[in-house]
């Protein structure tokens, strides 16, 4: 007979008759994984690659090693996805034959399908559609795989007046036959692979409508993107859809209207942030901290304009490589000028404003930086993503001997921020270079070892865990970023420290060496919260708008519990205030329960309450945001507990 090797994950290896499926191999290790699989992968025996994945039911015709993969999988996942993204084009198919079918992926928590309907999919069609996806995923129907020359496909398509799958096939389809995939009545262009069938598409849910033009390209049809999540367990989804909800909810665009924190005016221009009074304090006492430790660790503070002559930015070679993403110039005195999108070579000047002795090294410039980016205006994002913001920018310019110090301390400077501003989770990576590639970076590959190497030194020296992304570093130098984890498990990009190679030689930059002679300083950018706006942000969605004593716009709410105690509320509010505390006397005439609500739903820290018989006993009923009623205390033994709260930052 006819065999071919298998050789399974754990090495066994067994001989089967050539032509058996992946699906027959996972029935003879056990019922139970033919149960479970959804996919395999397979490479061939004689090499050490990944391999790639097949349908359970395509045949081996030669000596593989293979693994059965079940929905602990994540690629098994995507595949699962996929394959719901096409029941929902059948689904569709059936409701609205009229469709055109553009592109199906799987995604991130599930997946998409789109189509070109003149009328928009309303609520109620998604509702029918998703009936109908259960209706067809009960029936079990088999996803098979099908081959058809190139020309009796693009003919197939044609015939049934699918113009985007037309497209698709003459722009993709390389080999003489093209894969399709039915699925019942429904056919699609596709390389697969797939689950069997649809029997095992349980957890899903159409979540929304979206727009986007065919093939991403302005100016093409508007395709109508149908958003759904998909998971292997109902318990999955319903988990996901639990976050998704917490998201919401914490989501800063809201709050910040809620808490009147900050606002975005139509009048003034998309991606523009209008810090509101309480927003504005908030950034405050942010930014005192910033510039306290920032003198504490030996930075100067610079201030440098927010627009200078475009020549610089030609010397800088933004208007290269970054142009973009700059605003255009602006005309003054038959010069133009630019609106700065960094704050690099504002430092630069300062720096090279007379000439530096090695004993001044480093010199570590910091500003909070406001800076002005064209961002497009389907990608800005409440304060995530906006087109001016101010950086907590710092450059420092040093010898190579300081430099791994230099590195350590911004690190360290990095961890006191998610320390002071209550983040206890990270994840480190360090980007480096492409080395297969030198021409297209700034620098020496001796450059490039040593600064990669000062990075990673400094890693593995404060026991870091870190990940290391190689060909991900721009072009002028490897950097580390530091991805703080916020309440809810989400990853933030937050902190960069970026070696670069590039400026300092554009710029001319020296410093005399002890040995009289002229040398060029190292460059590293730094930033910490990456922006204020987005920091502030992310601080809004951590908390869910209930900032820490130390950071609240008020810190204490006083409620008395009638106007009779009117007297003694202002006296308390008067007190607080006096104390240097952020205190606010609800004064109107409402019911007590009412004042609890409104301040409950301000998110304020301290309610203090006040009635007869704590203006008899000198003391206040304190009632915390989140811990709630904590009961009645001597007022001067309540001011010195905030105190000590604000003073030592807890969250
Ligand atoms: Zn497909
Ligand atoms: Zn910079």
């Not at 298998?6 to 029935?27: H, K, N």
């Not at 079940?70 to 595949?79: E, S």
């Not at 692979?193 to 093939?215: C, D, E, Q």
């Not at 109508?224 to 800063?252: G, M, N, P, S, V």
Request: proline share 6%; aromatic share 10%.
């Amino acid at each position: 007979m006819d065999t071919i090797q298998i050789t399974l994950p754990d090495g066994a290896r067994r001989e089967v008759p050539r032509g058996t499926t992946a699906a027959e191999v996972a029935a003879q290790i056990s019922p139970r994984l033919a149960k479970e699989a959804l996919v395999a992968r397979v490479a061939p025996s004689n090499n050490g690659g990944d391999g790639e994945l097949i349908d359970l039911r395509c045949p081996l015709e030669s000596d593989v090693r293979l693994s059965i993969l079940t929905p602990k999988d994540p690629d098994a996942i995507q595949v699962l996805r996929h394959s719901a993204a096409h029941l929902l084009a059948a689904a569709v198919l059936e409701l609205f034959p009229d469709v055109k079918l553009g592109v199906g992926p799987p995604i991130e928590h599930g997946f998409f399908y789109e189509f070109l309907r003149e009328q928009p999919f309303t609520p109620e069609d998604l509702e029918r559609i998703e009936k109908k996806m259960r209706e067809l995923a009960a029936q079990d129907i088999p996803n098979e795989r099908k081959l058809l020359p190139k020309p009796e496909a693009v003919e197939l398509y044609r015939k049934w007046n699918q113009g985007f799958k037309c497209e698709l096939v003459e722009e993709k389809a390389v080999e003489p036959m093209v894969s399709f995939y039915t699925t019942g009545k429904f056919i699609d262009f596709c390389r697969g692979p797939h689950i069997p069938s649809t029997g095992r598409i349980r957890a899903f849910k159409l979540m929304n409508v979206a727009g986007a033009y065919w093939k991403g390209q302005e100016g093409n049809p508007q395709m109508q993107r149908i958003y759904a999540a998909c998971f292997y367990t109902q318990a999955e989804l319903d988990d996901y859809l639990r976050r998704l909800e917490e998201a919401k909810r914490r989501d800063h665009r809201r709050l910040g209207q809620e808490l009147d924190l900050f606002s975005i005016q139509e009048d003034a221009g998309p991606g523009l942030i209008f810090w509101h009074p309480k927003g504005g304090l908030v950034r405050k006492l942010m930014e005192d901290w910033l510039r306290d430790e920032l003198l504490r660790r030996g930075y100067d503070l610079v201030y440098t304009p927010h627009i200078m002559r475009l020549d610089l930015w030609k010397t800088s070679g933004h208007t290269d490589f970054y142009r973009e993403n700059m605003f255009g110039a602006v005309e003054v005195e038959k010069a133009d000028y630019q609106l700065k999108p960094m704050n690099c070579p504002g430092h630069i000047l300062i720096y090279k404003s007379r000439l530096r002795s090695y004993r001044e090294l480093p010199v570590r410039l910091a500003e909070l930086g406001t800076v002005y980016r064209y961002e497009r205006s389907g990608v800005l994002h409440g304060l995530l993503r906006v087109r001016g913001f101010t950086q907590d920018d710092a450059h420092i310019f040093c010898m190579p001997e300081q430099i791994e110090a230099e590195i350590e301390a911004c690190i360290d400077f990095a961890f006191a921020v998610m320390k002071t501003f209550g983040f206890g989770d990270y994840v480190v990576e360090l980007s480096d270079w492409d080395a297969k590639h030198p021409e297209n970076y700034a620098g020496s590959p001796e450059d490039w070892r040593r600064a990669t190497a000062a990075l990673e030194n400094t890693l593995k020296h404060l026991s870091v865990p870190y990940k290391r992304m190689e060909g991900e570093a721009a072009f002028y130098g490897p950097k580390i970023d530091v991805k703080l984890i916020d309440a809810i498990g989400r990853p933030w990009q937050l902190t960069t420290v970026q070696f670069d190679f590039n400026l300092p030689g554009r710029f001319g930059l020296e410093y005399v060496g002890e040995d009289g002679n002229r040398h060029q300083p190292l460059m590293v950018h730094r930033a910490l919260w990456g922006s204020v706006e987005r920091f502030f942000g992310i601080l809004i969605e951590h908390y869910a708008g209930a900032f820490p004593v130390w950071l609240a716009p008020v810190q204490a709410e006083v409620l008395p519990v009638s106007e009779k105690f009117s007297e003694y509320a202002k006296k308390v509010t008067g007190d607080l205030k006096a104390a240097g505390f952020r205190a606010h006397l609800d004064d109107r005439n409402e019911k007590l329960q009412a004042k609890i609500r409104d301040a409950q739903l301000q998110k304020i820290p301290y309610m203090l309450i006040v009635g007869g018989k704590e203006a008899e006993a000198g003391t206040v009923s304190v009632r915390h945001q989140s811990k709630g009623d904590l009961g009645p205390r001597p007022l001067a033994e309540f001011l010195s507990d905030l105190r000590q709260q604000v003073d030592s930052r807890v969250s």
